[in-house]
């Protein structure tokens, strides 16, 4: 499968603590993206980091990219209880088409 | 202003049947979408369609037929409707360009009784 994996599957953490989840992918890349979905929303694009970057911030989102290692993560710092969505990344080979992982679904208490 | 809307929201509806969700940008892209997201939350990309032409079509049952009557607005239509068919169909747009990011609708629930 073409298809992106990504772990963990799930992760619980408290409030101010911060996230970080993998993603890996087998074929090359032009660029990879994170995705955030809420509960019975559509995705919302997060960040965008091109095959020849390998570290992309954004307000409290760190993203990196290993093109040798075919893998990503995103950190989520001073996580908050809005932060609770499911996390998937994305990657094009080339053209528009998006290839998603399998998703992190991350759950932030009080 | 919603962006990406898609109509409707839930769709409950018999074996056998024919359906159509309908979706409409209004962020003047060029290039739209439909993804379907199975039970498990595996997204994946069934068509594309750059300013009213096919561009993507994924292994899809040929049950499913894309319509892009202008470049603001793609139709997913789906005829004789199975179990299998149960999921979240999501509807996308973005510029052209695969490093352009896509915006999604908030989805449609088809359930197939």
């Known amino acids: 499968s073409q298809q992106g994996e990504e772990d963990p599957q799930a992760l619980s953490i408290q409030e101010g603590e911060n996230a970080t989840m993998n993603c890996s992918y087998k074929?090359?890349?032009?660029?990879l993206q994170w995705y955030r979905q809420n509960s019975g929303r559509g995705l919302v694009h997060l960040i965008l980091?091109?095959?020849?970057?390998r570290e992309k911030h954004s307000g409290r989102l760190r993203v990196t990219l290993d093109t040798s290692k075919k893998s990503s993560s995103l950190l989520i710092t001073a996580s908050r209880a809005a932060d609770t969505a499911s996390y998937f990344c994305a990657f094009t080979g080339g053209g528009n088409k998006l290839t998603f992982g399998t998703g992190t679904q991350l759950k932030v208490e009080l | 202003d919603t962006a990406v809307s898609q109509t409707p929201k839930y769709l409950v509806t018999q074996m056998g049947n024919d359906k159509s969700i309908k979706c409409e940008q209004n962020?003047?892209?060029?290039?739209m979408y439909w993804y379907k997201q199975d039970s498990k939350k595996f997204l994946k990309i069934m068509f594309s369609?750059?300013?009213?032409?096919?561009?993507i079509n994924e292994t899809v049952p040929n049950r499913f037929s894309p319509k892009s009557p202008d470049k603001a607005h793609l139709n997913l239509h789906i005829n004789s409707l199975e179990l299998g068919d149960s999921a979240v169909y999501f509807c996308?747009?973005?510029?052209?360009?695969?490093?352009?990011?896509?915006?999604f609708g908030d989805g449609t629930r088809l359930s197939i009784l």
């Open positions: 962020l003047g892209h060029d290039t």
């Open positions: 369609y750059n300013n009213k032409e096919l561009i």
């Open positions: 980091i091109r095959s020849n970057e």
């Open positions: 996308a747009s973005s510029q052209a360009g695969g490093f352009q990011p896509q915006h």
């Open positions: 074929t090359s890349i032009n660029n």
